[in-house]
C-alpha cells in the first residue's frame, strides 16, 4: 500500500468512528440552542414581571402615602365627630330621663290640682 493509499484508508476510518461523534455534537448544539431560546423567553419574562414588581411597588407607595395623608386624617375627623355626638346624646338622654320623671310629677299634681279645682266649683 502506498502512503496515499494508507492516508486514505486512515482518512475513511477516522470519518467512520468521528461521524457518531459529530451526530452527537449536532445533537448536543440543536438542544442547546432550543435552551437558549427558552432561556431568552425566560428572561424577557423576568424582565416584564421586575417590572410590573416596580410599578407595583409604586402603586403601594401611593397608597400609603394617600392612607397617611388623605384617608386617615378623615378617618380621625369622623371619629371625632362621632365621640363628640355620642356624648352629646349620652348628656341628652341623662336630661330626657330626667324631662320624663318631671313631666311624669307635674302631671299628677295637675291633675290633683285640676280634681281640687273641681271640687271647689
Known sequence: MSNNELLLAISKMMDDKLKPIYARLDKIEARLDGLEV?????????????ARMDQAELDIKKIQVTQENEILPRLQNIEACYTSTYNRYARGVEKMEQTTQDIGLMKTVIIEHSDKLHKMV
Open 38 to 50: 427558552r432561556m431568552d423567553r425566560l428572561e424577557a419574562r423576568m424582565d416584564r414581571l421586575e
